[in-house]
């Protein structure tokens, strides 16, 4: 037998008015989930935000808050709201017999009075391994210590990701991402916003069509792309991929296999540790590329203009524009191709 809790127009109920009730601050609704072992979260909302946090059994629950469109013009009371939801949505809360949790808040009418709507936000309280797919149309996402399948995404909010693994798959059509202290497989866009990414390992595919990239502290094999902003790194290993069509690129302590480019902007290099390669092309800008001093290194480089630190143990051509050849004995193939002037030079010690 199925076991439900649906919470669908809420006339069936008498309920007491709290003459302090705080939309934005408490919730309308909250009912405990410590009995139902959640494996999976369908959630829909048009309005608001999903919060969905990995928390012990026994602390299991869903809260649901309801406020108006408008709200610091159009504040309601405990009871509007309610009447409100039972004349023009359809709010279900409910568990199934595969510990699966619908959380969905639709209005009646598609064609509604805009300024009359309702935004309807979930906080969701389960154990750590389950797996989600959530949207909303102009809300946040906000995910913490969960691992599983993670699908989610929001057309005018942040996505706010900590502490997750598994495979995790978000996007945002105009906000920002920040993910922190993740791993595994991770894949996230946003077409407007600023992605951060920190302490996290594992597979990472980061873009963003308007925004810049702000990355520290991360391992793996990392793919991070955007159309318009600069790129900004630091503390990286494993393997970077990161282009820039029309920004800068910064970045610092690397210890990555590392391909880099950007048509308009300067890119500025230090690495910390030599793997296998690093290639970096700039259509316009300047290029700086700092490494490691006594290095065994294949140096490839060709600008408007080239500057470098003493080449000691060098063997090869040195031009103005180009220069080529290996540094003691070769090793690391460096390529830089640049449109402007570049310096190579080594880390001071």
């Not at 013009?73 to 619908?102: F, G």
């Not at 902003?229 to 990161?242: A, H, Q, R």
């Amino acid at each position: 037998m199925k076991k439900y809790f649906l919470l669908f127009l809420l006339i069936a109920f008498s309920f007491s008015i709290n003459a302090q009730f705080n939309a934005e601050k408490d919730p309308l609704i909250t009912k405990s989930l410590a009995s139902d072992d959640i494996k999976n979260i369908l959630s829909e909302t048009t309005g608001g935000n999903i919060y969905v946090t990995g928390v012990n059994a026994a602390e299991a629950k869903i809260e649901v808050y309801v406020v108006p469109n408008i709200y610091h013009k159009n504040a309601l009371s405990e009871k509007e709201i309610r009447e409100r939801m039972a004349a023009d949505y359809k709010l279900t809360v409910l568990v199934d017999n595969n510990h699966k949790l619908t959380a969905t808040a639709k209005p009646v009418d598609k064609n509604m009075n805009w300024e009359k709507s309702l935004n309807f936000s979930f906080k969701i309280f389960v154990p750590k391994n389950v797996s989600v797919n959530l949207s909303t149309s102009g809300g946040n996402i906000n995910l913490s210590n969960l691992s599983g399948t993670l699908e989610f995404s929001t057309s005018g909010g942040n996505l706010n990701l900590e502490k997750l693994s598994g495979k995790i798959n978000g996007t945002t059509s105009g906000g920002n991402i920040n993910v922190e202290e993740s791993k595994d497989d991770i894949g996230l866009s946003t077409s407007g916003g600023n992605i951060y990414a920190k302490n996290c390992e594992g597979k990472l595919r980061l873009s963003t069509s308007g925004g810049s990239l702000i990355l520290s502290d991360l391992k793996g094999d990392i793919k991070a792309t955007t159309s318009g902003g600069n790129v900004n790194g630091n503390d990286i290993g494993g393997d970077l991929v990161t282009h820039t069509s029309g920004g800068s690129i910064m970045l610092d302590k690397m210890s990555c296999n590392l391909e880099t480019s950007t048509s308009g902007g300067n890119i500025r290099i230090e690495v910390k540790e030599l793997r296998q390669y690093v290639t970096v092309s700039n259509s316009g800008g300047h290029v700086d590329v700092i490494i490691p001093s006594g290095k065994g290194v294949d140096l490839k480089l060709s600008g408007e203009k080239i500057r470098t630190d003493k080449l000691a143990n060098f063997s090869g051509k040195v031009e103005d524009d180009e220069i080529t050849g290996k540094l003691n004995g070769g090793g690391t193939m460096v390529t830089v191709k640049g449109g402007g002037h570049i310096y190579f030079g080594f880390a001071k010690n």
